[in-house]
Nanobody, 122 residues
């Protein structure tokens, strides 16, 4: 079955960097709409970054200019490069894949990973 496996999370001090990787199997990332979401205790799930089927990228306002989403078709993976991390970035991060070329609603995503924890300390 389709699997999305996130890795790269960890503990880092504020101002530091991490790169998350979503390794995808039995689903082709090329041309698909894919996103990174995050959720912390007591908060709603938030879409952090999206790359659509055309390669267009969008970001939550809170992470613009600090995070970069990228897709590597040959390796069939999705990345999230996170720089200048802040305490408020602490959350479980999930990648999600859609069969659609463009996605906006949570229901657009057919597959989700189990998540990787990012903890940012001051």
């Amino acid at each position: 079955q389709v699997q999305l496996v996130e890795s790269g999370g960890g503990a880092v001090q504020a101002g530091g960097s991490l790169r998350l990787t979503c390794t995808v199997s039995r689903f082709t990332v090329r041309g698909a709409c894919m996103s990174w979401f995050r959720q912390s205790p007591g908060k709603e799930r938030e879409r952090v970054a999206t790359v659509d089927g055309d390669g267009r990228k969008t970001y939550a306002e809170s992470v613009k200019a600090r995070f970069v989403i990228a897709r590597e078709n040959v390796k069939n993976v999705l990345y999230l490069e996170m720089d200048r991390l802040q305490v408020d970035d602490t959350a479980m991060y999930y990648c999600a894949a859609s069969w659609k070329r463009y996605c906006s609603a949570t229901d657009d995503y057919a597959y989700w990973g189990q998540g990787t924890q990012v903890t940012v300390s001051s």
